[in-house]
């Protein structure tokens, strides 16, 4: 079982609709939960971050963190065509050498049709 | 936030041949990692780029076959050496300061 689990799709939705976008994990140490997004030919750019539990909103996104079921989810509300791109969950354990070394999900292709 | 160009941006490769990766900061930056994305995978690293001394590799990636440089603060070097079909695939750069940054990437196809 990899660490991180994400579907990869491609999620294919209509201009407008609620995006939900998920990954699981399988190590509890982890605490520190990451969003990144990717655009074809582009580097991956940060897009949330949160720490341990809860939620945070940021205009059109919202970052969901349950710890208890190791399951991190990104809302994405009245999608838009440019938010076609690939997202990328990551996470990292403060307590793994000090260092900053996420670890990725395979990310998940995301395409908003006008 | 940090500003990482990558040369070349593709490149196309004979087997056996080796290609070196440029990347570049805009400003320091505490660590740099170089990072293999093959399609429909998640982000692997490689290493972490080390200033001025040896690289720090991850499992199943070693120093002849990848070796890196980083001189300075700004500035790191990525070689595959000896390359084969199954080196084709995008390599990342990356750089840690309040968050992390990633490069563009470099597209390389070996044939």
């Known amino acids: 079982q990899k660490e991180v689990e994400q579907d990869p799709g491609p999620l294919s939705v209509p201009e407008g609709a609620i995006v939900s976008l998920n990954c699981t994990y399988s190590?509890?140490?982890?605490?520190?939960f990451m969003w990144y997004r990717q655009y074809s030919r582009k580097g991956p750019e940060l897009l949330m971050y949160t720490y341990s539990s809860g939620n945070k909103e940021d205009g059109r996104f919202t970052a969901q963190v349950d710890k208890s079921s190791k399951y991190i989810s990104l809302f994405i509300r009245d999608s838009q065509p440019s938010d076609s791109a690939t997202y990328l969950c990551a996470m990292t354990d403060p307590q793994s050498g000090g260092s900053y070394i996420p670890t990725f999900g395979r990310g998940t292709s995301l395409i908003v049709h006008p | 936030s940090a500003v990482i160009s990558q040369k070349p941006s593709r490149d196309i490769c004979q087997r056996g041949t080796s290609l070196t990766i440029q990347c570049q900061v805009d400003s320091q930056v505490t660590m740099m990692f170089w990072y293999r994305q093959q399609p429909g995978q998640s982000l692997t690293l490689i290493a972490t780029a080390n200033q001025g001394s040896e690289a720090t590799y991850e499992s199943g990636f070693v120093i002849d076959k990848f070796p890196i440089s980083r001189p300075n603060l700004t500035f790191s070097t990525l070689t595959v050496s000896n390359m084969s079909p199954e080196d084709s695939s995008i390599y990342l750069c990356?750089?840690?300061?309040?968050?992390?940054?990633f490069g563009p990437g470099t597209r390389l196809t070996v044939l």
């Open positions: 990356s750089g840690t300061r309040d968050t992390q940054y």
């Open positions: 190590n509890s140490a982890f605490q520190y």
